[in-house]
């Protein structure tokens, strides 16, 4: 399977008191898929988890073995959506950030399902027609 991954997904891995049956249904799925990113997704990823271990809520060890896991999965950065003025156009058409409005551009750009956990996000992911993986 193919299909877009939203950061929100992916965090909850490492956070095991945000896991949900959906977030753990997606990870075995990441074993036989290629998933595409857009170029924010390793910053995203990176801050939230750095601030989990700020905050002493995950370990060290936790973030090394998260990161160790991303690295076994088909992951590809895809930079299809580079256009500041695209990404403004959509966060306001959609009503989302301009990180989330990204992911559903890069969905249409690439015409593949999203998968993401931000119910914002799965709402104007449906408005603009974009299949969802559940």
């Not at 801050?47 to 999965?73: G, P």
Request: include cysteine; hydrophobic fraction near 50%; proline fraction near 3%.
């Amino acid at each position: 399977m193919r299909f877009v991954l939203d950061a929100s997904t992916a965090i909850r891995w490492c956070l095991t008191v945000q896991q949900t049956s959906s977030s753990i249904a997606v990870l075995e799925l990441m074993l036989t898929s290629e998933v595409y990113v857009p170029t924010i997704w390793p910053a995203e990823v990176a801050s939230v988890i750095s601030r989990e271990v700020n905050k002493q809520n995950i370990t060290l060890d936790d973030a090394d073995e998260f990161f160790m896991t991303l690295d076994e999965f088909n992951i590809s950065v895809n930079n299809k959506v580079d256009n500041p003025a695209r990404v403004f156009d959509a966060a306001r058409r959609h009503r989302l950030t301009g990180y989330d409005a990204t992911y559903i551009e890069l969905a249409i750009a690439l015409g593949l399902p999203l998968v993401s956990e931000d119910n914002n996000m799965l709402a104007a992911a449906k408005r603009a027609g974009v299949a969802l993986v559940v």
